[in-house]
């Protein structure tokens, strides 16, 4: 146990809570200092994307936290994608090879309040409106500001963790020391939140247990469940050109687009236009940097370290795993501060640049080839490869969302699967016909070298 050592975490986010409160089970007394008001207490959204989607990283995570058990209440599985065409005809995908590969539907302020819920009964501070508005990297001393009273405050700790998301503040301090890398790239592309309400009985109005999407080439529609009967959609659109948010600035145009591109969801949404005006576009950005720490003062993680696209669903899962990771060098070195944030950053940094690059090729994925023919084809031989060898053709998918390998270790192997994949499927037409010694032989000679670790 370590009592004697203060830790301040920036940002009650997910990953905030979270890690607070492994921590705080270590012995270490912490706190956090969260600039927004407790969602708890005061209605308001609850930033970015009303929905998540769970899977088997953050569920690890969540579970060494003691917290997945009780958070069955509130999660929806999904057991894959359900594509709608523009005729409205319906299309499942199932996300992996049996019923137990799902992700989980869940609300990100339902989520965000069971975390800070379980962090403060286990002995975590929280402060509410405080904005760090910097640090001093030699002292480690924060400096806050008191949204309530425009006050300026200063904590002294043994550490500082900036879990304060991709505009991190800490990130910004660390920015001003010479010899930082940093990135960032956004997509042409904005997103925006809309709802399906629930029907008259409070009951789903589509396919309760799937993540439903309408892909048309460079746009999409996707929408995920939620425990009260409703459905959280994101639409993605460019920012600019035809078909983009640039081009839907009036009423008749967004029921217009909406009526010929997704009509079976056009007529489930009373309330689009209103929702449509009244939610903001945001934006999507992928940031890499490096150093993610400094000395044994401050660290950076999830987001702030490492902010990713949203399209495989990944950035929180991967954001827990980094809890996972740091707690479990913490057990092995102690508060050797400096250490740890070393090591975390060597582990952590290949595989967050990896998820990073793996994001940006599905958006390609969901907005474009999950309805192509080809691909659903590529699909059946893909889980038709891994029912014949499980233990060496893993689809890069399940890799990524349904088991803890490295993301670095599925971006390459997903790259020669996906080469094999090519190959296999160049000339075929039915899963029935596919060539079983020329996909063993290719298993063997260029899968079975590369470790699945
Ligand atoms: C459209 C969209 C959909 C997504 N879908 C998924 C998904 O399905 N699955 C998934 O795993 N991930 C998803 N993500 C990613 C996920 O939302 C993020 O990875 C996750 O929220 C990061 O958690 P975090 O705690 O690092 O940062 P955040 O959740 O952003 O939390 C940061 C916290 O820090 C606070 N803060 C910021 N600045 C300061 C400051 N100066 N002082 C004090 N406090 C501060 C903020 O108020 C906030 O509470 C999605 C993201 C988007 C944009």
């Known amino acids: 146990m370590h009592s004697s050592q203060r830790i301040s975490l920036v940002g009650a986010g997910l990953n905030g809570p979270l890690l607070a409160l492994g921590l705080t089970e270590r012995g270490y007394k912490v706190s956090i200092h969260e600039r927004r008001p407790d969602m708890r207490r005061v209605r308001m959204s609850a930033g970015r994307s009303i929905n998540l989607a769970l899977s088997t990283r953050g569920i690890h995570a969540l579970t060494q936290g003691g917290l997945w058990e009780q958070m069955q209440d509130i999660v929806i599985p999904m057991k894959g994608r359900m594509m709608h065409s523009v005729s409205s005809e319906l299309t499942f995908q199932p996300y992996g090879k049996d019923p137990s590969e799902v992700i989980n539907s869940i609300s990100r302020a339902e989520l965000n309040i069971s975390l800070m819920n379980a962090a403060e009964s286990r002995g975590v501070k929280i402060r509410f409106q405080h904005r760090c508005v910097g640090m001093d990297l030699r002292t480690g001393e924060l400096r806050l500001q008191d949204e309530t009273s425009g006050k300026n405050v200063t904590v002294e700790s043994d550490a500082?963790?900036?879990?304060?998301?991709?505009?991190?503040?800490?990130?910004?301090?660390?920015?001003?020391?010479?010899?930082?890398?940093?990135?960032?790239?956004?997509?042409?592309?904005?997103?925006?939140e809309l709802t399906i309400p629930a029907g008259d009985d409070g009951s789903h109005v589509l396919e309760k247990n799937a993540l439903h999407i309408w892909p048309r080439g460079n746009y999409m529609l996707i929408a995920l469940p939620n425990i009260d009967g409703t459905f959280a959609c994101i639409l993605f659109l460019p920012f600019e050109g035809e078909n983009s948010f640039g081009s839907l600035t009036t009423q008749v145009a967004v029921q217009q687009f909406f009526q010929s591109r997704f009509p079976d969801a056009f007529a489930l949404m009373p309330n689009l236009t209103d929702n449509f005006f009244a939610n903001p576009i945001g934006a999507m950005v992928t940031i890499k940097c490096s150093p993610w720490h400094v000395d044994e003062r401050a660290l950076l993680l999830g987001d702030a370290a490492h902010a990713i696209v949203p399209f495989f669903g990944q950035g929180i899962n991967c954001g827990f795993e980094d809890c996972t990771v740091l707690l479990d060098l913490l057990d092995r070195h102690g508060p050797d501060w400096k250490r740890v944030f070393s090591e975390f950053e060597q582990a952590r940094k290949v595989n967050t640049d990896a998820i990073a690059d793996l994001a940006v090729e599905n958006f390609v994925e969901m907005r474009d080839k999950v309805a192509d023919p080809k691909f659903l084809l590529r699909k059946k031989v893909e889980l038709a490869l891994e029912a014949k060898y499980p233990q060496q053709f893993v689809p890069k998918y399940a890799m990524v969302t349904f088991h803890r390998v490295p993301y670095s270790t599925a971006l390459r192997r997903g790259q020669v699967q996906d080469a094999m994949l090519s190959e296999l499927c160049e000339s075929l037409e039915r899963v029935e016909d596919l060539d079983w010694s020329h996909a063993a032989h290719l298993i063997r000679t260029k899968l079975a070298p590369l470790e699945l670790s």
Do not use: H, M, T, W
């Open 160 to 192: 500082v963790i900036g879990c304060d998301g991709s505009a991190s503040a800490i990130r910004n301090e660390i920015l001003k020391l010479p010899r930082f890398n940093f990135s960032q790239q956004y997509l042409d592309y904005g997103y925006k």
